[in-house]
């Protein structure tokens, strides 16, 4: 479930980003990308868990738990990621304008 749910926000935030006029800004690419990349580790942790459900050989087992962890990782490093484009959008939203207008 929580895969699919995953899903669902990339595809908005997808498109909503195509929609935006300026969306060349650094910080919602940066959102997009972390999304990207949560979206990629919750497919291999979720694939790799299903994989170890009665799973008897042990070095299959070995394996599959560290993809989960990959996984995990991946969540982790997009969600980082996610962060730093929102405080970057928050900062280009809040860019004030100079006092003397030329």
């Known amino acids: 479930m929580q895969v699919l749910g995953q899903i669902i926000e990339l595809k908005g935030l ?15 690419q940066q959102i997009l990308t972390g999304v990207w990349t949560r979206t990629i580790g919750q497919i291999l942790e979720a694939i790799s868990v299903t994989k170890q459900l009665g ?3 042990l070095v299959k087992l070995n ?32 860019v004030t304008p100079p006092i003397i207008v030329p």
């Open 63 to 94: 394996q599959e738990q560290k993809i989960a962890i990959t996984g995990d990782l991946l969540v982790s490093i997009g969600a980082a990621i996610e962060v730093i484009g929102g405080i970057n959008v928050l900062e280009e939203e809040t």
């Open 14 to 28: 997808s498109e909503l980003f195509h929609l935006e006029e300026d969306s060349n800004k650094i910080g919602e």
């Open 55 to 57: 799973e008897t050989d």
